[in-house]
């Protein structure tokens, strides 16, 4: 069946380093979405990526989609201690009208 | 706007004891899923439906039911716990149109002795 893997499961970094966790797909994805969720919540919408080779940024994060549209990665520039948690991709189950979740990568951002 | 609500947010069942997650969503979304979130493992499919009246399985549905009476309203349903479904359980609501974006209600937490 389809799966999503994300690489790495565990990142500690120190505040102002970079962070970037990367998502892959088994099979070819229409769209692909990423989420965060803090420790303790629930996962939250951060952006959606259509087009092959698209980048978008939010403020320090920056999202790709893979020009096959089999992968995408998440990066963080300077991270802060606010953008601990955990980051899921997401994309829509073959077969199914459901969404597939990546295995997450937890972040934790030492002060 | 309420979004998705979940109840509850925690509960402890005996092994064998059968009990009902209620979720609602107020968007008017057509599509919904239950999940599991189990440390390392992501969020799993429990089951899902595309409209009233309409339910099918996800990747993880064995041990659980769900119904579809009303767009709002996605019930799931543990019909005999076991240790092994003590996890923690989200309901989410799904919009298609324009972006699509999962709305997520707040989990329940759910621990099976």
């Known amino acids: 069946g389809q799966q999503v893997m994300q690489i790495p499961q565990y990142q500690h970094v120190q505040e102002g380093e970079d962070f970037t966790t990367y998502c892959n797909s088994s099979?070819?994805?229409?769209?692909i979405q990423w989420y965060k969720q803090r420790p303790g919540g629930h996962p939250v919408f951060l952006i959606q990526?259509?087009?092959?080779?698209e980048v978008k940024k939010q403020k320090r994060l920056t999202f790709q989609f893979g020009e096959a549209k089999k992968n995408s990665s998440l990066h963080i520039t300077a991270t802060q201690t606010t953008d601990v948690g955990t980051y899921f991709c997401a994309g829509p189950q073959t077969g199914r009208r459901a969404l597939t979740f990546g295995s997450g990568t937890r972040l934790q951002v030492q002060p | 706007n309420a979004g998705v609500t979940q109840t509850p947010k925690f509960q402890v069942l005996k092994t064998g004891q059968s009990m009902t997650l209620q979720c609602a969503q107020d968007m008017n979304h057509e599509y919904m899923s239950w999940y599991r979130q189990d440390p390392g493992m992501g969020l799993r499919l429990i089951h899902y439906s595309v409209g009233a009246g309409i339910t099918d399985q996800g990747e993880v549905p064995n041990g659980y039911n769900v119904s579809r009476s009303t767009t709002e309203d996605f019930p799931l349903r543990l019909l005999s716990a076991a240790p092994s479904q003590t996890s923690v359980y989200f309901c989410?609501?799904?919009?298609?149109?324009?972006?699509?974006?999962?709305?997520f209600g707040q989990g329940t937490r759910l621990t099976v002795v």
């Open positions: 099979t070819t994805l229409s769209n």
């Open positions: 990526l259509v087009k092959s080779g």
């Open positions: 989410a609501s799904l919009r298609v149109a324009g972006n699509t974006e999962a709305f």
